[in-house]
């Protein structure tokens, strides 16, 4: 028994670094779609993968310690949140008491924190423009993100992610509750804000748009497909928390055999397709705003969170 | 008073129709462009129509079915016809010089929401009723006339006043629909015709405006003239 466990959160976090290129595919694949190009296919982040790990390591002359400490740090940041959230199981696994979605999140921004100061290690211009901006927008995303945790506190009695998917599941009265309801809202847009995919920069990858990835761009060879791959389990490991503990907590292996485990992972692919297809649709036909409104969706999101705070408050749940 | 004896899914309902709606004004608060209010407001104005089939068909009011109808066609659908033909008519798209950012705006309401949340569960103290839905038909009623104000106090634009004054109508009419279901059908007529008498009016006075002052902007309109 527990040794099955113990093999099933490795299997979650296994799963987690194998499927997390998969799903950034599928995005860039769709994305290309909705305007009409062919797009690279699927598997496109894997060769892209494969192809910087076969690369020197060009390391700038004013980096410091930081600079190789961070892909490392980051990584392991992303292979340690699996471990605490439903991803293919939905009841707790061995290790998954270490934190509660508080320390998910607190394991994730740190991930994020290292790669800001990294951006800011090498003294190049558009790594700072970069870490300044994702922080901006950090100090605007965090509070909000911390309210949402407290709305899903409130309504769900419990800080464990395990607790809140089996209440929604198994009360349709929450599931369909004005609370939830907000709270699903709200982490939307922080997942547009946390992905990257705020529509505030341009679609175009010129260094001056960009937010995020401005932070890496003094990377090369394996230390960059490290930051790449951490970036993209962190989308996967944000896709799992919308999915399956927030708005599709169902079809997860109760019992941990091996047919119900390989019909969830399976579950989970077709689940983040639908999450991504729904976030690149957001992010095509929305018009591009200019970067100083970058308060007004984290406005929306924090409202929303506001608002269902307030619906656990009159008890609708 | 009703939704006492409404199932937890069906006061899930409610709460969901009503605080769409609720949100749909604060769709109205941080929006900047003319057009973009009215769409909201239609679909506010047929959110609370939903809302009152709803309770019709929960709480057995068939006259309910009727209001609901009267809300789609006159409050979703000739209201915001009638002032999309104004606003064609306008030159403005949206406000120039807005008062307050959309942003602040945003959280100025959520502050007017928290307001209207500990006003409610006052009230409901005072008047023992305990039924979460009555608190928060009371939150929602409340805090949508406090952002209809706030509509009229920081736009500066007719459209937008009047705009104003129809999201601060719907909130009470979404309050009467959940805490009195069974007001007369006469007096939802009434007000009806009023809000019409009320949109006509401004069509006029738009135009008196644009025609003897060239704007349609409260901020122009400094001198008293007897």
Request: net charge neutral.
């Amino acid at each position: 028994m527990t040794v099955r466990d113990a093999i099933l959160q490795a299997c979650q976090v296994a799963f987690t670094i194998a499927a997390a290129p998969f799903i950034q595919g599928c995005i860039v694949q769709f994305e290309e779609r909705i305007q009409r190009g062919h797009g690279p296919g699927v598997l496109q982040p894997y060769r892209d993968l494969w192809k910087l790990f076969h690369k020197d390591i060009v390391v700038p002359e004013t980096a410091s310690w930081l600079f190789w400490v961070t892909p490392v740090v980051a990584f392991t940041c992303m292979m340690t949140v699996p471990i605490l959230i439903p991803v293919l199981t939905n009841y707790p696994l061995p290790l998954s008491n270490m934190g509660d979605i508080l320390g998910g999140g607190l394991i994730l921004t740190l991930g994020s924190f290292m790669i800001t100061l990294a951006g800011l290690d090498t003294g190049s211009a558009y790594g700072g423009i970069g870490s300044s901006r994702a922080a901006v927008i950090g100090i605007l995303a965090e509070p909000t993100l911390i309210l949402v945790f407290v709305g899903i506190t409130l309504f769900a009695r419990s800080m464990l992610p395990f607790v809140v998917n089996h209440l929604l599941v198994a009360s349709p009265a929450v599931y369909l509750g004005p609370a939830h309801l907000f709270l699903v809202a709200a982490f939307f847009i922080l997942l547009t804000v946390e992905t990257d995919r705020l529509p505030i920069h341009s679609s175009t990858h010129i260094e001056v748009y960009m937010i995020e990835e401005a932070r890496v761009l003094e990377y090369a060879g394996p230390l960059h497909a490290l930051l790449k791959w951490a970036s993209m389990m962190k989308q996967f490991i944000l896709y799992t928390i919308f999915c399956n503990v927030l708005t599709m907590p169902w079809f997860l292996s109760t019992r941990g055999l091996a047919p119900g485990v390989l019909g969830s992972a399976a579950g989970v692919i077709v689940k983040f397709v639908i999450v991504a297809c729904a976030i690149v649709t957001v992010d095509t036909i929305q018009a591009r705003l200019r970067f100083y409104r970058y308060q007004e969706p984290l406005a929306v999101s924090f409202l929303l969170a506001v608002l269902a705070i307030i619906g656990t408050q009159i008890g609708l749940g | 008073m009703h939704g006492f004896h409404a199932t937890p899914v069906e006061a899930s309902l409610f709460g969901v129709l009503a605080i769409a709606s609720l949100l749909l004004a604060f769709v109205m608060l941080g929006s900047r462009w003319l057009r973009h209010y009215l769409i909201a407001f239609a679909a506010e104005s047929w959110a609370i129509a939903l809302l009152s089939a709803a309770v019709g068909y929960i709480d057995h009011y068939p006259e309910l079915y009727v209001i609901a109808l009267l809300t789609l066609a006159f409050r979703g659908t000739l209201l915001p016809y009638l002032l999309l033909r104004i606003i064609r008519r306008l030159t403005i798209e949206r406000e120039l010089e807005p008062l307050l950012r959309p942003g602040s705006s945003l959280v100025l309401g959520a502050g007017a929401v928290v307001f209207s949340l500990v006003v409610a569960a006052r009230m409901t103290q005072a008047l023992h009723l305990a039924a979460e839905v009555v608190v928060l038909a009371l939150t929602v009623m409340l805090s949508m006339k406090l952002i209809g104000y706030l509509m009229l106090a920081v736009r500066h634009e007719a459209v937008s006043h009047v705009l104003g004054l129809l999201v601060l109508e719907n909130g009470i009419f979404l309050g009467t629909q959940i805490l009195v279901p069974g007001m007369p059908m006469l007096l939802e007529l009434v007000i009806l015709f009023d809000l019409l008498i009320v949109v006509v009016c401004f069509g006029v006075l738009v135009r008196y405006l644009v025609g003897q002052v060239g704007s349609t902007s409260a901020l122009q309109l400094r001198r008293l003239v007897g």
